[in-house]
């Protein structure tokens, strides 16, 4: 029998961090370590960089198809404030959850007022700060009267580019920024119409 002797150091059991390090460092585990690596870092770029969404509706007509796919960039909402024109993706704003939409719902539309602005539909028009805005990318003309009304801290004015099919902010209200995901960055499917963002 194996006998350890007086002062010398008894083996001690291996913690489940000591056992993790040394299969991570077994050179058999190496395909395990880099599909890991990978994997850990495609989760972390989909969450704070970029990640693709799919257009479920027709309310950004004629920019976005229902089908069209598209990569959301998340950085630039930290960086610089919302511009008019901007495309951005959201998740259900408390007006809409209260109308039973879920938390996890998201939605898509173009930035039209910005803090401190005041916006108004009338007359067919989108006026911004009492001037008309050109809009070439709308399907049609808005055949409703909305506002005037000054978008306030900390939130966003948004419409969909199909101005009379369109559940947006004519219908619920301003959208807080906090639930912003990111801004549309460019459409890749179907790629014959593959490329940027008209603003």
């Not at 390090?21 to 495609?42: K, M, S």
């Not at 960039?73 to 007006?95: L, M, N, Q, T, W």
């Not at 808005?142 to 559940?167: A, C, F, H, K, M």
Request: hydrophobic fraction near 40%; charge should be negative; include cysteine.
């Amino acid at each position: 029998t194996f006998e350890i002797g007086v002062g010398e150091e008894q083996p001690r059991p291996m913690g489940p961090a000591a056992i993790l390090q040394g299969l991570w460092r077994d050179p058999q585990y190496e395909d395990a370590r880099v599909f890991v690596t990978a994997f850990a870092g495609a989760l972390l770029f989909r969450n704070l960089v970029m990640e693709p969404r799919y257009i479920p509706s027709s309310s950004m007509v004629p920019t976005f198809e229902i089908g069209d796919q598209l990569l959301l960039e998340k950085v630039s909402k930290r960086v610089s404030p919302y511009r008019r024109g901007d495309v951005v993706i959201f998740k259900a704003p408390d007006a809409l959850v209260a109308r039973g939409y879920s938390e996890r719902d998201v939605f898509i539309k173009r930035v039209v007022g910005t803090e401190g602005d005041e916006v108004q539909v009338h007359d067919g028009k989108l006026l911004v700060n009492g001037e008309a805005t050109e809009e070439p990318y709308i399907a049609e003309e808005p055949r409703y009267e909305w506002g005037p009304t000054i978008v306030p801290q900390g939130s966003i004015l948004v419409l969909g580019d199909n101005r009379n099919n369109s559940y947006d902010s004519h219908v619920w209200g301003m959208l807080s920024q906090d639930k912003v995901i990111g801004k549309a960055f460019c459409r890749y499917w179907p790629l014959s119409r593959a490329g940027g963002i008209p603003r």
